[in-house]
């Protein structure tokens, strides 16, 4: 069968034109005529079906009376002198008030003007916006519950990662001990720098500093494990060697996958003298020897990194700190942070540490912690570790 040029049948009788006043009537959406003031002076069926409206309710009526309170405002600020301007104005999402409540539309308005450039009137097209509204909505309620999950998980991370340090350093005689953590990024993730300070025996103390490869509940377990073996093993071991070539054996026993750098520095105190202090780095970066007079000058021998190879290669070495000296310990965190390419360096921190060298230790360690992160514009790209030990005077 052959269809006419109208769509229909052939030979079927031509459709009665539609009457403009009908398509105005029955549009796929509502229409209003509103007058410069906002006075409303026309509307259409569709708009009064959606909305439960009387012509006569409608009709010599304040067009922003139909709206709720906080669209009333919208109107008033935003969208009349938007609409004067640019004598046009799309998608506004506003919403209705209607004798079966609530509903949410879309609008989109266009000011008619007389050939003298005269505000003429008003005409707005309604559009329903209940799928929209219901999709803004959940969109709104999957944020809020994405950001709670978020806020619950930094707080998991944190309290997971201050398990993993001491909740304070101990009062050592003779010494002024800092330590700082900065974690990367945001600090939503757990991460591998640890540090530690303990006591072997009268007069002796070990201190700490530590990154495990990788992030989260993996990382933190291995962190653990890390510092617990040092400490169980540093209280019947003393070179510090030893030390941690059992902690590498404990590893490669665990089968983690992972592995991680440790520096440890053995000091034993003598009254009214200096301090001695022998280092041994695991693949670690070395301590800086900061002294009262003189340019801060890395300490100690690079070892292999811990839980790679069944016999690692460990050097120590041995030095001893005056009264007013300072060993600063850090992890990678600090030289490597990057800003534009250029790293925080080993230059730099040296250079930082030498103006730092008249600190208290809290305040020394705080401000080379705050200068790697500042260097990275607040937002590290690894987690920082810092542990200042001075010799009191």
Not at 65 to 79: N, Q
Not at 147 to 159: G, M
Not at 347 to 352: K, M, S
Not at 365 to 370: L, N, P
């Amino acid at each position: 069968m052959t269809g006419s040029p109208g769509g229909g049948p052939a030979g079927a009788p031509p459709a009665a034109p539609e009457r403009p006043e009908e398509l105005y009537e029955d549009a796929p959406c509502g229409l209003l005529s509103v007058r410069p003031d906002g006075t409303v002076v026309a509307v259409n069926r569709t708009f009064l079906r959606w909305t439960g409206h009387e012509r006569d309710a409608v009709v010599d009526r304040c067009f922003r009376e139909l709206l709720a309170a906080g669209d009333r405002i919208f109107y008033e600020t935003h969208y009349a002198p938007l609409l004067l301007m640019q004598d046009e104005v799309r998608e506004i999402a506003v919403t209705m008030v209607c004798p079966r409540g609530r509903l949410p539309v879309l609008l989109n308005s266009v000011l008619v003007r007389d050939p003298h450039g005269t505000p003429r009137s008003v005409r707005i097209a309604v559009f329903l916006a209940l799928d929209r509204r219901s999709y803004e909505t959940e969109l709104l309620r999957a944020r809020q519950r994405a950001e709670e999950s978020e806020a619950r998980a930094r707080v998991l991370a944190r309290t997971l990662q201050d398990s993993l340090l001491p909740p304070a350093l101990p009062s050592v005689p003779g010494l002024d001990l800092g330590a700082v953590y900065r974690p990367a990024g945001r600090g939503d993730e757990v991460g591998g720098d640890f540090y530690d300070v303990f006591s072997t025996a009268p007069g002796a103390w070990v201190v700490v500093i530590g990154d495990v490869v990788g992030k989260g509940v993996a990382a933190a377990t291995l962190t653990s494990l890390v510092r617990y073996t040092l400490r169980a093993v540093a209280m019947r071991v003393r070179p510090p060697r030893t030390v941690l070539a059992a902690l590498n054996d404990a590893l490669l026993q665990q089968r983690a996958e992972r592995v991680c750098t440790v520096a440890l520095a053995r000091i034993r105190l003598a009254e009214g003298g200096p301090a001695r202090v022998t280092v041994c780095l695991g693949g670690h970066p070395r301590p800086l020897v900061v002294r009262r007079h003189g340019d801060p000058v890395p300490f100690g021998r690079f070892g292999t990194v811990l839980g790679a190879l069944p016999s690692p290669t460990l050097y120590e070495a041995t030095t001893t700190l005056d009264p007013g000296d300072a060993l600063l310990l850090h992890t990678d965190g600090v030289v490597e942070g990057r800003q534009d390419g250029v790293f925080f360096g080993e230059r730099r921190l040296a250079e930082l540490a030498g103006s730092l060298r008249d600190r208290d230790a809290a305040t020394f360690a705080d401000e080379v912690a705050g200068a790697a992160v500042e260097h990275q514009r607040g937002t590290p790209d690894d987690d920082i570790a810092v542990v200042v030990v001075r010799h009191r005077e």
